[in-house]
C-alpha cells in the first residue's frame, strides 16, 4: 500500500525522509531480500537529512554550571539530558575537546543520593564529597544498591533538604564528570549514514547520539531512540514501510526476553531501589509488582526527575516507597492538569501484534517500552525502542571496519 498523495508535499519532515527511503527502495537490485534492500536505502541517506530535534536544538550546559542551575535547564526545556560545553575550551577547539560528556536528570540526582549515603571503604573519607568529586575518585554508582532499610530515611524532607543544600547549590556539572558514564562520547558527522546511527541505537546501546559538524566543532543535532520511531510512524503507508511494518511481532523474533529475565520492583520497596536498580541493569523502566505478583505501574528512568524539580509532593508519606511515588506523582500531575504517561496504566501488546501497531501505539502514548502480555494478561516479556530498530536493520560482516579508531573509549557503563 502506498501513501495515499503521493504526488502532494508530504505531511512532515520525517514523511519526507521515508519517500526518500522509497525512491531508494524502487532501484534496489530485484534479487535483494526486504532487509537488505533497507540496508542498502538507509545506507545511503546521511544522518544530516534527518530532521532536527526542536526540543534539544542549541541547548547546551556549561561545565561550570550548578547541579541547581542544570536541572532548572534541563526541566524549563523539558528534556532529560544536553550536551556540557567545557568553559575551558579554546575557541578553536575541536568537538571532542569542546563538550565533556551529556548531562542528565538521572545522573544528578544518583550522584547526589550517592554522597549522602554512610561512607564505605571504597568511598572517600574526608567528609567533601565535593572534594572528592573534583579528584574524580567517586566509586561506581552501580555498586551501591539501596536495601529496604532506606525507605524510611528517603521521605519528602529528605529530598526537600537535598534540593536546598550547599552539596546541590554549588557542586559544578563538571566536579561530578569523572563518577559515572560521561565523555567522551561517540558522535557521528554529519556525513556518516543512517545504518550507522540506526546500529549504533540498537546492537550498540547507545540511547541518542550526537551529530557534529566538524567543521563548526558543534553539535548539529540529537537522534535519540523516541525521534527515530516518530520518523518510522510517520512512513506508515509508505511501500517499504508495509512490507516490514506489517509483520507480527513473533515473526520478527520479538519480544527477545523471557518472563524469568524481566526486571521489576515490588510496590513496598524504596523508590530509589527502582531508579539504582534500572541503572544497575542497564534498562530504562521497570514494573511495579504487588507481592502476588499483579503489576500495578510503571516507572522510567525520566520519572527520576520528579524527585528533583517537586519534592514538595512527598510530604504526606513517611517514606518514598514505588507504591507511594506513583500515588504522590499520578496526584500532583492531575492537580496541575499535566499530561504525562505516568497517568496511563501500563501499556500492554500481544505477540500477534503487528510491529507497525506497537510503532504507532510507542509514537502516540510517547512511550519507550511496551508490555507484552497473554491472553490472561500475564506480564510475559518488555519490547522497548531499541528491540524495534534491531529488527530494522543489520549489520554487514566487517561493516564497521576502523569506525571506533580513533575514537576515544566509550564508557563500559555508557549510555547516552
Known amino acids: 500500500m502506498v501513501m495515499e498523495g503521493r504526488e502532494e508535499s508530504p505531511r512532515s519532515p520525517e514523511a519526507k525522509l521515508g519517500m526518500q527511503v522509497e525512491d531508494l527502495w524502487d532501484i534496489q537490485e530485484p534479487q535483494l531480500s526486504p532487509t537488505e534492500k533497507l540496508n542498502a536505502c538507509f545506507e ?3 544522518v544530516s537529512a534527518f530532521p532536527p530535534a526542536p526540543l534539544h536544538q542549541g541547548i547546551e550546559i556549561k561545565s561550570d554550571c550548578s547541579l541547581s542551575e542544570a536541572v532548572q535547564i534541563l526541566a524549563q526545556h523539558k528534556i532529560l539530558s544536553a550536551p556540557v560545553v567545557d568553559v575551558d575550551a579554546p575557541d578553536h577547539a575541536s568537538w571532542i575537546d569542546r563538550y565533556i560528556g551529556i548531562v542528565e536528570f538521572a545522573g544528578i540526582v544518583v550522584w547526589i543520593l550517592h554522597q549522602s549515603e554512610p561512607p564505605s571503604p571504597r568511598s572517600p573519607n574526608d567528609g567533601s564529597a565535593v572534594a572528592a568529586a ?3 575518585v567517586i566509586s561506581p ?3 551501591e544498591i539501596l536495601g529496604p532499610e532506606s525507605a524510611a530515611a528517603t521521605s519528602g524532607s529528605f529530598f526537600e533538604s537535598l534540593t536546598s ?3 546541590y547549590k554549588n557542586t559544578q556539572v563538571r566536579d561530578i564528570s569523572g563518577s559515572f558514564r560521561w565523555a567522551p562520547f561517540l558522535a557521528l558527522q554529519t556525513s556518516n549514514s543512517f545504518l550507522t546511527m540506526l546500529l549504533l ?6 540511547k541518542s547520539i550526537p551529530v557534529v559538524d566538524l567543521g563548526e566543532g558543534k553539535i548539529e543535532n540529537i537522534i535519540t531512540q523516541s525521534s527515530v520511531i516518530h520518523m518510522l510512524a510517520e512512513c506508515a503507508g509508505l511501500q517499504w514501510f508495509e512490507r516490514w511494518g506489517t509483520k507480527t511481532l513473533s515473526d520478527l523474533g520479538l519480544p527477545m526476553m523471557s518472563p524469568a529475565s524481566i526486571v521489576k520492583v515490588y510496590e513496598e520497596e524504596p523508590v530509589l531501589q527502582a531508579f539504582k536498580l534500572m541503572r544497575k541493569k542497564r534498562v530504562g523502566g521497570i514494573p511495579v509488582i504487588q ?6 505501574g510503571h516507572i522510567s528512568l525520566r520519572d527520576i526527575h520528579f524527585l528533583l524539580t517537586a519534592p514538595e509532593i512527598y510530604h504526606d508519606y513517611r517514606s518514598i516507597t514505588a507504591k507511594n511515588f506513583l500515588t504522590a506523582v499520578r496526584n500532583y500531575l492531575e492537580k496541575h492538569e499535566e499530561f504525562s504517561t505516568m497517568l496511563s496504566n501500563m501499556v500492554t501488546c500481544k505477540k500477534d501484534n503487528t510491529i507497525k501497531d506497537l510503532i504507532l501505539l510507542l509514537d502516540s502514548k510517547k512511550i519507550n517500552r511496551v508490555y507484552v502480555v497473554d491472553n490472561d494478561g ?3 516479556a518488555v519490547i522497548t525502542l531499541r528491540d524495534i530498530i534491531s529488527r530494522l536493520v543489520h549489520e554487514p560482516r566487517g561493516y564497521f571496519g576502523d569506525f571506533f579508531d580513533g575514537i576515544l573509549p566509550v564508557p ?3 549510555r547516552v
Open 134 to 136: 573534583a579528584k574524580k
Open 412 to 414: 563500559q557503563d555508557c
Open 378 to 380: 500475564n506480564l510475559e
Open 165 to 167: 543544600s550547599e552539596l
Open 44 to 46: 545511503s541517506i546521511p
Open 291 to 296: 507481592k502476588s505478583g499483579k503489576a500495578v
Open 201 to 206: 541505537l540498537s546492537k550498540y546501546k547507545m
Open 141 to 143: 554508582l552501580e555498586q
